[in-house]
């Protein structure tokens, strides 16, 4: 099939280049020619395990093609996806939708015979609705389908996400847009029961929920974790004894910071917006939202009581500082106010993370990207294991820091805190 992806952030690209890797010819869109330049010379522009590898493939075989010309594309396309981001307003909670409608009144224009338009971008509930009331005369005409399908891609692990799918969910009652639909994802999907046809609404919000119940699952055990640090008692056990249950599953319990990155903050705070607009409290979501809230103010306060309340001159090591790890996003990653506020006690910060020095710190004096694990962890009082890179789960924390006393606060658990006691190293973890 003929596929055209507007936007080429990490949905488009990811999901544009794993169609193509499936035998679809693919047309990539984006407005910034700079990127797509970039995209035309092999040059990845997100951090994604295998991504590159599998670009570069596609595009030798032509059947990847980077683009600023969306005419050219949308012409030779018979399903057009958008993909564009969805951030939250300035100054509300409120979903930014004003580059999905953007796109969808240029295609308006472009637009001479049937093609299906599918929302990959987050959206709230009745997105689509507006979506096709600026498509109300091609609608009539029978030139457009207005479907929903939403995204379930980890960062860090897309391709397989994308490859083995947990469920594709396509929102439409177009018989002809779902037959089609179905034929284009049949490579992927390994049983027929992964391929779910609901109403669009549903496919929209099939997603909030999704990411808000996910979100309310770390915040649940990191709430857990607290009570098993004033009761004695070692959260993973906890974990490990809840999530053998199969109504409950282990995936998402796990301690450690506040949620971070592209989706979970955004989609929690957009999801409560809908359920006003609907006039339906989400109380439980609005808890979560606020538990994350406070989570980064009491891991602060944690740092405060391993080191004491004079920070000065403190030399803290952050391994680890993007959200999670195989990946270089940095969006609402709780290392960030953490470091400013160590900062702002005149610590001297030091940080190596795996994906490369990060823009948020550089005006920020006393903070320093160092290039090995071994210059940043050098005469540390303090080591934060923030992110769970494989990089750092078998290190020798004495030899690094060439330091008879110093710390370890591990956020992610990585570490047994008999072994620690062992090397007689002063080893702090998270609810334990």
């Not at 990959?120 to 009745?126: A, D, G, L």
């Not at 857990?224 to 070692?234: G, P, Q, S, T, Y």
């Not at 971070?260 to 006039?279: W, Y």
Request: proline share 3%; aromatic share 10%; hydrophobic share 35%.
């Amino acid at each position: 099939m003929k596929l055209c992806m507007i936007g080429t952030g990490y949905v488009g690209l990811v999901s544009g280049v794993c169609f193509s890797d499936v035998g679809n010819t693919v047309y990539c869109v984006d407005k910034d020619q700079k990127k797509i330049d970039l995209l035309n010379k092999g040059i990845v522009p997100i951090f994604e395990p295998g991504l590159e590898e599998i670009l570069k493939r596609n595009f030798k075989q032509k059947r990847l093609i980077f683009t600023s010309d969306l005419k050219k594309a949308v012409t030779n396309s018979d399903i057009i996806f958008i993909c564009v981001g969805t951030p939250s307003k300035k100054n509300s909670n409120l979903a930014d939708l004003k580059y999905v409608f953007s796109v969808a009144k240029d295609l308006k224009k472009l637009i001479k015979k049937y093609k299906i338009i599918v929302t990959k971008s987050t959206v709230p509930v009745s997105t689509g609705d507006q979506i096709e009331k600026i498509f109300n005369n091609l609608k009539k005409k029978k030139l457009v389908d207005v479907v929903s399908n939403p995204e379930f891609l980890r960062e860090g692990e897309a391709i397989r996400d994308f490859i083995y799918p947990d469920r594709v969910i396509i929102g439409t009652d177009s018989k002809k847009a779902n037959k089609i639909l179905k034929s284009l994802y049949l490579p992927i999907i390994k049983k027929v029961s992964r391929y779910f046809n609901t109403s669009r609404r549903a496919a929209e919000l099939i997603k909030y929920a999704s990411n808000a119940f996910l979100a309310t699952k770390i915040s649940f055990i990191n709430e857990i974790a607290n009570l098993c640090e004033k009761a004695d008692v070692d959260v993973k056990d906890v974990a490990l004894g809840m999530g053998s249950d199969q109504r409950i599953g282990d995936r998402f319990l796990r301690a450690g910071p506040s949620y971070g990155g592209s989706c979970f903050p955004k989609d929690t705070r957009a999801l409560i917006e809908t359920g006003n607009k609907f006039k339906t409290d989400l109380s439980i979501v609005k808890s979560v939202i606020s538990s994350n809230e406070k989570r980064r103010t009491l891991l602060i306060k944690r740092v405060e009581k391993i080191l004491g309340s004079n920070l000065k001159n403190k030399i803290i090591t952050f391994l680890g500082v993007t959200f999670k790890p195989n990946t270089d996003d940095m969006r609402e990653a709780s290392s960030i106010p953490m470091i400013k506020y160590l900062n702002k006690k005149n610590s001297k910060i030091k940080y190596y993370d795996p994906s490369g020095e990060k823009d948020v710190f550089k005006d920020l004096n006393n903070v320093d990207y160092c290039s090995t694990i071994s210059d940043a962890c050098l005469k540390a009082d303090l080591i934060i294991l923030h992110t769970e890179w494989n990089d750092f789960k078998l290190l020798n924390f004495k030899k690094l820091t060439k330091k008879r006393k110093f710390k370890i606060y591990d956020m992610r658990n990585m570490y047994s805190p008999l072994r620690m006691k062992k090397l007689k190293i002063n080893y702090f973890g998270v609810g334990r």
